[in-house]
């Protein structure tokens, strides 16, 4: 029905950026709220940064990244964007992203999830 798509993850060093793009395609009639979730080994999975669909985009962070990553989404492509700056070896994880979909047809919203992508902040 919907699928996500991940991009830009990769090697990187401590201090350096990455941009991570998330594209949704499918059955879709409308795309509430998008996120970034990560999981580090060993580590249960948590919410890196989400935004809302209302008009500008109402977002929020995790305490660990606020100040050094920006979430951001095009609603004509259906993609969301997680800029990340000054990226720490703790930030090592893999990053998923996240959409909470009305399918075509349906009324009703629901999860769906991207397949994941490995950031690795290392030197």
């Known amino acids: 029905q919907v699928q996500l798509v991940e991009s830009g993850g990769g090697l990187v060093q401590p201090g350096g950026s990455l941009r991570l793009s998330c594209a949704a395609s499918?059955?879709?009639?409308?795309?509430?709220?998008m996120g970034w979730y990560r999981q580090a080994p060993g580590k249960e999975r948590e919410l890196v940064a989400a935004i809302t669909s209302t008009s500008g985009g109402s977002t929020n962070y995790a305490d660990s990244v606020k100040g050094r990553f920006t979430i951001s989404r095009d609603d004509a492509k259906n993609t969301v964007y997680l800029q990340m700056n000054s990226l720490k070896t703790e930030d090592t994880a893999v990053y998923y992203c996240?959409?909470?979909?009305?399918?075509?047809?349906?009324?009703?919203?629901?999860?769906?999830w991207g397949q994941g992508t490995q950031v690795t902040v290392s030197s």
């Open positions: 996240i959409a909470h979909v009305v399918v075509r047809y349906t009324t009703t919203g629901r999860d769906f």
């Open positions: 499918g059955s879709i009639f409308s795309i509430n709220a």
